[in-house]
């Protein structure tokens, strides 16, 4: 599989952090580049959108830095999530703040747009796009998106219902450029068999909601620390794209996850609020199936460390299995 620069060279993992609305900042996304894995974080994270300026400047700041202090373990690059939909009014402000800083990655979600991808390619980005089927993804890459995010069942947020066999199966039957995988991962095991599925990366989000430096409050972080896979409901009510929320958070704004009404899918409503009084997000949180494997709110440093052990045990155990 063509990686499409020495972009990844620096990674200590094969790991993309996903963007997590509200939730990743500048602080956050520094300590997963440090880390040795690409942090990532939605442009619309920085509000008004003049923030979007002093967060990148602040990245590439803090990241320069510490390459220059630690040339033997450089920081890995960092990503800017772009939401490619028709209710996203600053999309082309942020597009030029990102060129102006000449951001090494655009994560682009609902929509693919041929010129987004060029005008990455311009200043020397490359573009991965996600997404919940093949069709979505013959489409990205027609549009020139460098790469692919399956969107598999499981997946924390907006997420599709495909298995991760089946959605990669049909991708790699004809895709072999970057692959980033995304649903219930959050061990160095799962990043493992995504490997052996045939992605380059794993895509791992709702982990780093347990961060300590994520913006998520501690009733949040808590709640995915206690969570289960059995925990998670998967509804469009919120926001009126399919996406997978912690049971917990749905209850405390007085519903019944198990009879939530379908929503109305005109009335989407990616940044506050949705098809309920409750807030998608701040309120009702998105959360994927693979939380089980968190068990306390810890640095960015020591959860990566963490998967790190993980990845190298679970490396070993395959090597030792005999046929």
Known sequence: MAMPSPLFDNLRLPVIGSPLFIISGPELVIAQCKAGIVGSFPALNARPQSQLDEWLHQITEELAEHNRDNPDSPAAPYAVNQIVHRTNNRLEEDMVTCAKWKVPMLITSLGAREDLNKAAHAWGGITMHDVISDRFARKAIEKGADGLIPVAAGAGGHAGVTSPFALMQEIRAWFDGPVALSGSI?????????????ADFAYIGSAFIAAKEARADDDYKQGIVKGKAEDIIYSNLFTG????????????????????????????????????????WKDIWGCGQGIGNIDDVQSTAQMVDKLVDEYKQATERLRSITY
């Open 241 to 280: 794209v399919h996406g997978n929320y912690l049971r917990e958070s749905i209850e405390n704004a007085g519903l019944d996850p198990e009879n939530l009404p379908e929503s109305d899918p005109s009335k989407m409503n990616f940044g506050s609020g949705g098809n309920t009084d409750a807030k998608a």
């Open 186 to 198: 959050a061990s160095g095991s799962a990043i493992l068999s995504a490997q052996a599925m045939g």
